[in-house]
């Protein structure tokens, strides 16, 4: 540890130095700014890349049109349409939405925020955006591999993937898993954002882990400025065959409307034994841009059909070896079948040169039928129980906003002020069927033979969410932007009342509580191309519903607040970035008090501080690198009658660390080989830390040909690449009591034409 450190610290210092002296010598590289100093200023809507590889020969480049669109000026305070640019390298962008704040560059930032680029996404033939989260140190997926769900830990905390945002609006991305071949941009923010976005609605809404550790919000793929007509062929092993098309247009007389058009269909055999995957999805954008209005539609639908989903296995006493990588484990009767359609229209109109009002509308139905076991583990020789269950849950989700952003200068200081309201509905329901009995089979024996039981109603319940919020800030800028500083505060009410039908225990009504939630946030730049900064600030958990398994049910706790404190420095030289950051986040949780039965209380505690040590872009020119270092402390420090007061918190890993390369080859034009190495430390399974699943490694390599097409020019890009080389059998993650096993190796190619 000391010598990671060391080194750590070493690099930050060298960088300094490389940085000073670029400045010193007047780089021909500046800085990306993305927003403004001055309310007079006004900045020119950017074109958008191709999505074609950089490696690709200039002969294979797209023509441009014969009409250039006209470019609108869009003020500083305007955020739609005009996403930061990709940074140098392509792999990440230079900046991205912070919710309440716009758009803001990763130099102005007082936040660590990561924003994989669609360049990414495709050079890595990302299925799912757990694939694209791989790439974060700090980001770590709990739920099972082949399980259809996306449920993270970012900074040690949960992350619902129920919570995911699109186009700034969360709780409206599919619910379950988000398939990334509509996605232009995956943001993530490491830590709290109360102040930002609201709070998130989380799981069911009776319970939430909160937006606490993090969050990730989704940007759609809207039209650029050229035509895009692409189609990808697509293979994973160990039989998933599938194709992607991706459409763009801009119509009229100043090309100022946009439609893009994107859809996915696969099918087949999936890396595991005896399971089988049809999954599509469609997704259509339509964006205007105007002299001094701007508005974007998105709409979709996605489907998925897995037989049999893969889940994760209880523990109690014993954590046997990892089967044989590709082991199916799961009855082959199961199946898990999610549906979502989802809707967000957004708009913006520039009242004046330095105002402009904006809202946002967002819809998601999302729906579920399922069939599956979730297997416990008795004994070290792999045997396994479990109880079937049958359900069909629905989620609606409302959600909405409507601010303004202005800048008004006072002397030598700028002002870029917001005001922010939004709202977020949710209703649940559930209905569940059970067995009455168990089922039991072996971890290492495909339990073809066993058969489904009778099944009979257990659970009938629909759960109400309602969150409302009114946010305000000032980010006061002097001296040229050298120093920044954020005041900000959120007033959140939220309500949950669940209704139980079956079995008859009472229902709780509706039951709202406020409370504010502040923030606080500097950046300092000694030199143009170094950033230091600092923050505080908040994340809430929704109210907390006691279910009727406890003494006390029905209880609702109050929202819970989560408190960050964060330091940080950023150094920029050119085509290349470092960040390094320090945080402290403590957060309160429910904790279970012995008795007959039991009940619950909210007077637990949970403590991870942590460094993380981020970098991306261009370290010479052909050789990209993206990856970093996450070092966190979890604790636990306040424990039922301080039992286990001061062991290490379930699932966080002291260490994970992630770095991928890409090398644009000299000696055969277009070629490009990439690789991938992802480490994460020894997890705890039980609060006693008696139980642990060993520390894992995944090593990936790849490779992705360019080169133009016989018959019209344009570029053919060939990828392939292999995950999890030397099919390492792993434990990959521990959550509340339960842990899932890694994926097995996995072939992936792909084939893109462009017409």
Do not use: C
């Amino acid at each position: 540890m000391r010598a990671i450190l060391l080194g750590a610290v070493s690099y930050i210092a060298f960088s300094v130095e490389i940085s000073t002296q670029a400045e010193a010598q007047s780089s021909t590289l500046p800085s990306i700014t993305v927003d403004q100093p001055r309310p007079s200023a006004r900045r020119v809507t950017p074109a958008r890349r191709s999505t074609a590889s950089r490696a690709a020969p200039r002969r294979a480049a797209a023509a441009p049109r014969a009409v250039e669109p006209v470019r609108y000026l869009v003020p500083s305070t305007g955020a739609l349409g005009t996403p930061p640019a990709p940074y140098a390298g392509g792999q990440v962008a230079s900046g991205a939405s912070l919710g309440l704040l716009g758009n803001r560059s990763v130099m102005d930032t007082p936040f660590n925020m990561t924003s994989y680029t669609a360049e990414l996404i495709q050079n890595q033939q990302a299925r799912t955006i757990r694939d694209v989260l791989i790439n974060d140190p700090s980001v770590r997926t709990i739920q099972a591999a082949g399980g259809g769900a996306d449920g993270l830990f970012i900074r040690g905390f949960y992350y619902d993937s129920g919570d995911y945002g699109l186009n700034g609006l969360y709780g409206i991305a599919p619910y379950y898993s988000t398939a990334a071949n509509f996605v232009e941009r995956v943001e993530v923010l490491k830590g709290p954002s109360a102040l930002l976005n609201g709070m998130t609605v989380g799981g069911t809404g009776a319970s939430s882990g909160g937006a606490v550790g993090g969050s990730v919000n989704l940007v759609t793929k809207h039209a650029p400025d050229i035509d895009i007509t692409q189609l990808t062929g697509t293979y994973v092993s160990r039989g998933q065959f599938g194709a992607q098309v991706d459409v763009s247009r801009r119509y009229g007389e100043h090309k100022e409307w946009g439609v893009r058009l994107n859809g996915a269909y696969s099918n087949g055999s999936t890396p595991w034994d005896r399971q089988t995957d049809e999954f599509g999805n469609v997704v259509l954008g339509v964006d205007y841009r105007g002299e001094r209005a701007r508005l974007a539609i998105d709409v979709g639908h996605q489907t998925d059909n897995l037989n049999p989903p893969l889940r994760f296995f209880g523990v109690s006493t014993v954590i046997p070896e990892p089967p044989k990588p590709g082991t199916n484990f799961q009855v082959p009767w199961a199946y898990y079948k999610p549906t979502d359609t989802f809707l967000t229209a957004r708009g913006e109109v520039d009242l004046t040169d330095w105002v402009t009002a904006y809202a946002a509308f967002g819809y998601h139905d999302s729906k579920i039928d399922y069939l599956y076991p979730s297997p416990n583990i008795q004994s070290s020789a792999g045997a396994l129980i479990g109880r079937p269950g049958l359900g069909h849950e629905t989620f609606e989700t409302f959600a909405g906003e409507a601010g303004l952003r202005a800048t008004v200068d006072t002397g030598p200081i700028n002002h870029a002020l917001n005001v922010n309201y939004s709202i977020n509905h949710r209703t649940y329901d559930q209905k569940l069927s059970a067995s009455s009995g168990l089922i039991s089979w072996n971890l290492y024996t495909p339990p073809t033979s066993v058969l489904q039981p009778s099944l009979s109603p257990a659970l009938a319940q629909t759960t109400n969410a309602n969150l409302w919020s009114v946010g305000v800030s000032d980010t006061m800028s002097m001296w040229d932007k050298r120093v920044q500083v954020t005041v900000g505060v959120r007033r959140q009410t939220a309500g949950v009342g669940v209704d139980t039908y079956l079995p008859s225990v009472s229902s709780r009504p509706n039951d709202e509580t406020s409370v504010w939630s502040p923030a606080y946030a500097v950046v300092v730049k000694p030199f143009e191309n170094i950033s230091l900064y600092a923050n505080y600030i908040e994340g809430l958990q929704t109210p907390v519903v006691v279910s009727g398994n406890f003494s006390n049910a029905g209880t609702v706790f109050p929202p819970t607040r989560t408190k960050q404190a964060e330091v940080g420095v950023k150094i920029d030289t050119g085509r290349f970035t470092t960040t390094l950051s320090a945080f402290d986040i403590t957060r309160p949780n429910v904790i279970t008090v012995p008795g007959t039965p039991p009940s619950q209380q909210l007077n637990g505690e949970q403590r991870n501080r942590g460094m993380e040590l981020n970098v991306f872009g261009e370290v010479a020119p052909g050789f990209r690198l993206l990856g970093g270092l996450a070092l966190i402390d979890g604790e636990q420090t306040r424990t039922q009658n301080g039992a286990t007061d001061g062991r290490v918190a379930i699932g966080v890993p002291v260490v994970t660390t992630n770095i991928g390369a890409e090398w644009d080859t000299p000696f055969v034009r277009g070629l490009t080989l990439t690789g991938r190495v992802i480490h994460t430390g020894r997890q705890y399974v039980n609060a006693t830390n008696t139980l642990s699943i060993p520390s894992w490694t995944r090593s990936d390599i790849g490779a992705r040909y360019t080169f133009a097409s016989p018959w019209n020019g344009k570029p053919i890009v060939v990828r392939a690449s292999i995950e999890n080389l030397f099919n390492e059998a792993y434990w990959a993650s521990a959550y509340s009591g339960v842990i899932t096993l890694g994926a097995p190796r996995t072939y992936l190619v792909s084939t893109t034409f462009n017409f």
